[in-house]
């Protein structure tokens, strides 16, 4: 039996991306004071919202696509399931009604060799009478 490939969840495609460092940067103030920013404040991460969101909607298309096929795996077996039994309760019934058929012809037969060997019976007397008739005479 096939299982169905497992996914990797929301989580494990949104997990921090790995992050870029830049050097230490020079902000300029709207007073005119320069400002230092560190290099391990300066961070870029290279997932956008507008990335999360289109990774989130195809996570959700494999989701929705899995539990599809789920569905169709169980209707397909149920359905089959069911043929399989109807399949089944057909033969028993052709097999019954065959050797109801042979049954019958075993019973006939019989009747019939009944019924010839009391024909050969009554030939015979009858033969044998005949016979001590024409000797008798």
């Known amino acids: 039996m096939m299982a169905l490939v497992e996914c990797k969840t929301h989580e494990e495609f949104c997990m921090p991306s790995p992050l870029f460092y830049v050097e230490d940067k020079q902000i300029t103030m709207e007073d005119g004071s320069l400002v230092q920013v560190p290099a391990e404040e300066n961070v870029v991460t290279s997932n956008s919202e507008q990335v999360e969101m289109e990774i989130s909607h195809i996570l959700e298309k494999i989701n929705n696509f899995t539990q599809m096929v789920s569905e169709l795996l169980e209707s397909g077996k149920s359905m089959l399931k069911e043929m399989s039994n109807g399949f089944e309760e057909r033969m028993i019934l052709i097999h019954k009604d ?34 001590s008739v024409t000797v008798g005479s």
């Open 98 to 131: 065959q050797i109801e058929k042979w049954q019958e012809e075993i019973k006939e037969l019989r009747l019939l060799d009944t019924a010839n060997e009391e024909i050969v019976a009554v030939l015979q007397n009858a033969a044998y009478l005949l016979q």
